[in-house]
Structures are given as C-alpha cells and as structure tokens.
C-alpha cells in the first residue's frame, strides 16, 4: 500500500462529489478517511468536532466491527449507522480502503441517507481509482527536510525537559 | 501510509508507540499533549479502562506547522500493551509511518519487552512492512527507577535494527520530545529519500499510463530515480489539464485566516489568458472540471507562480469579505468547510456547496444563475474577477450596478460543483454576451459577488430594491443582481427578455462536466439545515419544526422573493 497523495484535481473532484452528496442528503458533515484513520477528504458546514480525532476514531470503530464481523463469519460490515438523540453517524465502506462517514441530523432520514451514499459510493470509488493511480515517481515533494521538523518540534516545545 | 494532499498541503503520518504494557506509552502521549502551546491543542483520545489502561489506543493529533509550505501533522498512536489485546494493537498498526518502541527498562521487565518487540515485528509483517522499512526509534523508559539494565545491555537486546535510542523518564518528561523529534526526523528523512529528486510537483496523468495502477510499495531508502520530464497532457473528458505545471492555481490556497468558505475544492483557477479564451468567452460553461493547469501565461491579474513554501499566497483573494453571518467561518484554515445556506450562492472561488438546483428556485434568492453552478461564475473564471479586461464588473460599475471595487468581486469561480452545474431545463437561452447588461461583449462575466454577502450593498438602482427574485418561469424581474438595478436606460427590460442571466450570459454552455447523470436533480422533500437566520427558507423549517405551520402559510418558492437579504433588507413594498 502506497502513501495516499491527493492532487489538486482529486480533492476537487472528491469534493464534488461529496458536496452533492451532502446536499442530496441533508446531511451536515461528512468525511472521507482511509482505514488508517488518515482524512482524505471533507464537506459540511463548520464542524463542532474536531474532525481529525473524528477520522481516527471512525477508522477504529471501523477496524473493531471488522474484528467483530470476523467472529460470526463476514469478512467485515460494510455499513455501520450509530443513532444519537440528535446527531447520528453514519460510516460506510466506499471501496477496500476508503470509508464514509455521513454526520446527520434529525432534519433527514436514514434511508435517504443511505440512498444518497449508496449512489455517490459508486463515484467516489470511480474517482479514489483515479487517486490511486497517482504514481509515487512523480509526486513530489518540496517535502520537508527531517531536521527542519525536528527544529519545528524544539521550537514548538521550548521548555521540555532535556535529558542529562 | 502517509496522506499527502497538495490541496490542503498537508503532509499527515502515523506514528505509533508500542511497547509492553506499563512501559510508559500513554505518558508520553500526555507529556506531549500538556506542553502543546495551547494554540495548537487538540485534544487527546483516550480509550481507555476505568483503570486508566489502555483499551483501545490512544491518540494525539499534533501540528507541526508549515515546514517548507507543507503543513505536516503527526498522528500519534499507542497501542494496549497487554499481550491479549494483539488483535487491537494490530489494528492500530495500520498504515504506520514510525514506530516508537517504548522498552522498559526495568531488569524484570526485559522478557516483556523482547516478547512486545516481536509481536510489533510480527504485526508489521502481517502488514507486509517491516522494521527496515519502517523507521523506528526506541525509548528506554523509566531510567529512573533503581533496578534498570543498563543502556548498552538493553541495546544489545532489543536494537536489532540500529535503530536510534533513548533514555527517557517519561514521567517527568524527559527524553520524550527527544525521542519524538528523533521518529519525526527519521520519517520526514525516509519521505526525502523516497521522494528524492521530485521537485516541484510535476505529475502526469493516471491517463497516460493505462495500464498501471497503484504504486507498489517502495522500500526507502531508495536512489532517486530520474525526474520525470512534464509533459503536455491532453484534457481528459471533463477534467481537462494542460500542461505539466501542477499548481499553477495555487493562488487560491490562500486566505486561510479568513476561511469562510474555505474548502478543499476551492482554488480559484487563474484566468485563461485572453487568447486562449473562445470567441465567446461565455461558451465555456461546464468546461472546468479542473482547470487549475492553465497557465495564467498573460493575465497580468494572475497570480505569480506559487512559490516553495508559501503555501498560501494568494495576492487576489486579499480583499476577501468578511465570513457571512451564517457562521461558515472557517476555524481550522486547513479545515475546508463548505458553506451550506440555501441562497449563498456558489461562494466564488472557494468552491463551496452548489445552490440546490431545485426546480422552483433556490428560495434564498439570488445565489444561482443558472448553469454555472453559483452566482453568475463563468467557467474558466478569474478567480479573482477583478480582470479588467475580462469585463469584472468593476469596470463598468454603473451598467453593472455592482457599485464595489473590482477587488471585492473576488471568489470568481469555475463551477467547481458540477450539481449547481449546467442545467439543460433552465428556460434561459444560451445569450450572446452583448445582451449582458455589464456591456462586456467578449470579456469574460463578471465576477461573482463575493459569495453573495458583499461587504456593503450599494444603493440599489431606480428599479426598486434589487432584491432579486426567483421567478425564473418568465424571469420577469428576475434580478439576479443583490447589488443594485441595472439602470434604466440600459435597457433593463430587454436585457431582462434577453439575458435574464446578467452574470453569465450563455455560461449554460453544455460542456463535458458535468456529464449528464451528474444534473441536479430536485429534491422536493429534502430542506436543508437551517444554518442561518437570513434565509427564509430556514424559518420556514424552523416553524413546521415547532409544528406551528398550521397558523403560518409556507410561501412556496416562487413566493420567496426575500431571499437571503429578506431578513436583512425588510419587507418588500
């Protein structure tokens, strides 16, 4: 498995889609993160979350149920819906690596929801292909040098405990 | 594996510690989390027992800052370190970029941390990493305690793979950010050597390599392969790209500090240059799935190269207005919101959510000229729309009634969002551009308005409030302009027959994208959030919420001519 790099174009076209989606569907948020809780893509309004704990603890949610759908024979769920009094969350398999999570409130149904991802997975996974296909000889870092991230880290941590 | 986003420009890695249980992972995590400057502060997750045991994992979003124009993010990870929580250790092994091997260093606890460090060798391979290709750093914890091994015994048992080591007291602190510095340097170090001598973000398309697909894994380090020379690439259907320059488009990452609208898609294209631009720079609509290749080759309002490591220059977008009422404030710049009010409109050059296309008409007003998927954009846009020579509406402010300086009438953008995209059932005829009422026969339209919340609204023209109104069955005042009346004179009537859509005459231009099943389709039944109190259709919402629509009359949509400025600008008279 390949780092996951996003261009200009796939963000752009993730998002599309993804706005449709959340728009179709009423939801209020939704985010597009990989099986290693990394954010690949997002839409909805301002976020009253922090959406990068969100990402990781839906991947491992995600992760967990796979363990448990192991335990009665499936190879994993590939849709999860988690009910609130007011939010609810749901969190669907777009394609191996990639998963869903739709952020919805009472204002929609979670059968539209489902039906409006169910329709939008087929174009996300059309467009993760594309991403996929993105080939690691040519991205390109002006990435960052390992020594100015650890003078980053010195700066960002001015007084931690030195070692003797 | 590591995510890196050159839309956000974000580089995010996983970095995991691992170890036996007790060993002092989860404290370094709090260390970290307690001496983050609180600017910076996420907050840490921890599933954990009542007994403060580890359940699941930790975890610890931590921002580094931008390091050469490249956000990078570190997502820190622990692990239970109990034997019979492997199942979860390893899934929070996924995707790892780093491993901190937290040892402790007590003489009793030696077999544990051999048995740990296998496991955590074993957990990779079922992963197809490992400890070779993943960098790792060791952490010998609890140094202070009376009965640790010694550094050099303890080396000699568990480094098998010279991995860089430190003591530590976790507790207190010390040698955690050492050890944290040391994991952040060894994986930007191995990102380096793979990625050694791509400079510059060149790519090609996946188009032209049919036959490959995803990039097998790459061992690191490994000898830079040669550059790939960029090539001319042929527009791709509906995402056409030009050019081997990848960013040219960068100007639009910019204006984080006022990222109301600020989303992932929302990067302004440069203008096309006036030559490459069609006899009718209207006839484009649609054409823009992508169209941050074009070079801005001579626009001299395009923004200038973006530069390594200056992430968010953006010289057009500085005169950006304030975040609407609505709140789309975007709190976290690298966090890209879409804006979600019925009636904003497309907001420009940030590409944020289509007007519904519903049938009836967007009842929050103005916001969707339509086929251009937002407020009068034309495809291949200036994202600034303050070109002069593109007929901004700056220009020819008293035919345009648009009254603000052209710089505000940034946030042009190409119809990012095929849903508010061309509508083939729109009754507006494709219009030739002298029908604009902004006189710009062979510029481009005008800007948009900056999202549809203008900083201040000139007086509107002699035609009556410019409030504007959605009756688009026969357009009769349909006005879609919130910035005033066209003045009479300028033959608003005829223009009204004629081009009903001031802002983007013939932007209906069918294009390749979106394609047809991609048409916004209405739904009747579905209301959106009510996010803002400006909207009139969110108090429509509101009331049948609290069950008190019996006593109100829901307007319909052809009704609402409030639109967004309703509340704003009071009754219609």
Known sequence: MGDFVLFKEDVERLNKILSHLITESASSYVLLINKDGNLIAQVGFNPRFDVTSLAALAAGTFASTKAIAALIGESEFSMMFHQGEKENIHISLVDEDVIMVLIFDDRTNLGLVKMVAGQAKVKLGEALQMVRENEMEDMMPDVTHGQQLADQIDSLFPDAPKPD | ?573
């Open chain 2, 1 to 573: 594996m590591a995510s890196i986003n050159y839309a956000t420009r974000e580089i995010s890695c996983k970095i995991v510690y691992y170890g036996p249980g007790l060993s002092g992972k989860t404290t370094n995590l709090q260390i970290i989390h307690r001496k983050v400057p609180n600017k910076e502060k996420s907050e840490m997750v921890s599933l954990a027992t009542e007994t403060d045991r580890t359940l699941f994992f930790d975890f610890l979003p931590l921002d580094l800052g931008s390091i050469k124009g490249f956000s990078t993010k570190f997502q820190l990870y622990t692990v239970p370190g109990q034997v019979y929580y492997n199942a979860t250790r390893k899934l929070v092994l996924r995707g790892v970029d780093g491993v901190v091997f937290v040892a402790d260093s007590q003489a009793d606890k030696l077999q544990e941390n051999l048995e740990s460090f296998a496991n955590l060798e074993e957990n990779l391979r079922e992963y197809g990493h490992s400890l070779d290709t993943i960098p790792m750093v060791l952490q010998f914890n609890k140094r202070d305690l009376p009965n640790v091994m010694s550094v050099e015994e303890l080396s000699s048992f568990l480094n098998k793979y010279q991995s860089p080591y430190f003591e530590a007291v976790a507790s207190t602190g010390v040698g955690v950010f050492t050890t944290l510095k040391a994991i952040g340097k060894s994986v930007i170090d191995r990102f380096n050597a793979k990625y050694a001598g791509y400079q510059g973000g060149t790519r090609r398309p996946p188009a032209m390599r049919p036959g490959q697909s995803r990039p097998a894994p790459t061992s690191a380090p490994q000898s830079p392969p040669a550059r790939p020379a960029p090539q001319a690439m042929p527009p791709q259907s509906g995402f056409p790209q030009q050019g081997g320059q990848s960013f040219p488009g960068q100007a639009g990452f910019g204006a984080p500090a006022q990222g109301g609208f600020a989303q992932n898609s929302g990067f302004p294209a440069p203008p096309k240059p006036a030559s490459q631009q069609s006899p009718n720079p209207f006839l484009q609509g649609g054409h823009s799935g992508s169209p941050g290749g074009q070079q801005p080759a001579s626009n001299p309002f395009a923004a200038p190269p973006p530069q390594p490591g200056s992430p968010f220059l953006n010289p057009g977008m500085g005169n950006r207005p304030p975040a609407p009422p609505g709140g789309f404030s975007g709190q976290n710049p690298n966090i890209p919101v879409a804006p979600f009010v019925e009636g904003f409109g497309n907001p420009g050059g940030s590409g944020g959510m289509p007007p519904r296309p519903a049938p009836g008409g967007p009842p929050g007003g103005f916001g969707s000229p339509p086929q251009t998927g937002g407020f009068g954009s034309a495809p291949q846009q200036d994202g600034f729309g303050s070109a002069p020579q593109q007929g901004g509406f700056g220009s020819q402010p008293q035919q345009g009634g648009f009254g603000s300086p052209p710089q505000q009438g940034g946030f042009g953008s190409p119809p990012q969002n095929p849903f508010g995209g061309s509508a083939p059932q729109r009754p507006y005829p494709p219009q030739a551009p002298q029908g604009s009422p902004f006189g710009s026969p062979g510029g481009q339209p005008p800007g948009p308005g900056p999202g549809g919340f203008p900083p201040k609204f000139p007086p509107a023209g002699p035609g009556g409030p410019a409030l504007p109104t959605m009756d688009r069955q026969n357009n009769a005042g349909f006005n879609p302009s919130p910035f005033g009346s066209p003045q009479p004179g300028q033959g608003n009537p005829q223009n009204r027959q004629d081009n009903p859509n001031p802002f983007g005459p013939g932007g209906g231009q069918q294009g390749n994208y979106p394609p047809p099943e991609q048409q916004p389709r209405p739904s009747p039944f579905i209301q959106p959030p009510p996010r803002s109190d400006q909207s009139g259709i969110v108090s429509t919402y509101e009331d049948q919420r609290q069950g008190d629509f019996k006593t109100r009359r829901i307007p319909l949509p052809s009704e609402k001519k409030k639109g967004l400025f309703g509340g704003l600008f009071g009754k219609e008279k």
